[in-house]
């Protein structure tokens, strides 16, 4: 939604001086209240809007899919009530939309092998609500955690991981979709004879990276690690064994340039 700047009105015009006034007097947690409600407002109006974008059926998976990869809220839940009164708390409403999201998912396992895995699944979550910092986890750190091979978060509860992975790859946006195609393609034409471990390689860069413009710091990390095991290279800098090499600010043209400018600018 951008940044919200202190927009200071021209205090000479009435408006500016009635804004200003009025901001004086709410003060700043007035002020902010009052973004708040604005914002809350806009995204009600938005939420509103999908009606003429989506049927009921697609609203309703929205909102299924919004109920169990809500992690960050769980995480709450359990850190405040614990993993047992949590579970629960949120069992019915967990099964009723991941019955929506996967409707043969009694057929994997019946429904006290579903109510054990849930439970352990908030254990999970449990010990990981410990971790310091843990609050600020957003719901798409934890979903990272949970299926981490690393940590094996997902064992004793993994019908229910299930239920969170096939929520978060059953809307996926076309125009992402394509937009990631056309990044293949750029990165795998027929110019370059890129193997397929390196082709994601790149892809994984370009799509989780920072644009190109911003990427001055990777660039400079990723130099100084492919460089730092060498004897003669520091940092991606060669060494010179020859005087006669000469040296340019930028190239031999625009330093040429630019010192025919400076002349200039003495004899002026």
């Known amino acids: 939604m951008g940044v919200l700047n202190p927009d200071q009105p021209r205090p000479g015009l009435r408006a500016g ?3 200003n006034r009025d901001r004086a007097e709410r003060g700043e947690e007035g002020t ?12 009600n109006y938005l939420y509103e809007g999908l009606g003429d974008v989506y049927n009921k059926e697609d609203l309703a998976m929205i909102q299924n899919i919004r109920t169990t990869l809500d992690l960050k809220e769980q995480l709450r839940i359990v850190a405040t009530l614990g993993p047992v009164r949590a579970a629960q708390r949120n069992i019915t409403k ?11 998912m009694l057929e994997q396992c019946d429904m006290p092998e579903w109510r054990e895995q849930f439970r352990a699944f908030y254990d999970k979550l449990g010990s990981v609500a410990l971790l310091p910092g843990s609050e600020e ?3 798409m750190e934890l979903m990272v955690k949970l299926i981490n091979t690393e940590g094996e978060l997902y064992k004793g509860c993994e019908a229910v991981v299930g239920i969170l992975v096939q929520a978060a790859a059953m809307k996926s946006v076309e125009s992402v979709v394509e937009s990631w195609i056309s990044v ?3 990165h795998s034409s027929k110019s370059r004879n890129l193997s397929a471990d390196m082709i994601q390689t790149e892809m994984m ?19 100084r690690r492919y460089w730092g095991g060498t004897k003669n290279l520091k940092d991606g800098h060669f060494t010179r064994k020859s005087q006669n090499i000469k ?5 031999e043209a625009v ?14």
Request: with cysteine.
């Open 205 to 223: 860069i370009a799509i989780n990276g920072p644009m190109v413009q911003h990427s001055e710091g990777i660039v400079r990390e990723s130099m």
């Open 17 to 19: 001086a009635r804004e």
């Open 184 to 186: 293949l393609e750029h």
């Open 255 to 268: 330093d040429s340039h630019n010192k025919i400018l400076k002349k200039n600018q003495l004899m002026e």
């Open 94 to 104: 967990f099964m009723a939309a991941a019955e929506n999201i996967d409707p043969e």
């Open 32 to 43: 902010i209240k009052s973004v708040f409600n604005r914002v809350s407002g806009m995204c």
């Open 137 to 139: 986890f957003s719901s």
């Open 247 to 251: 040296s340019y600010t930028v190239s």
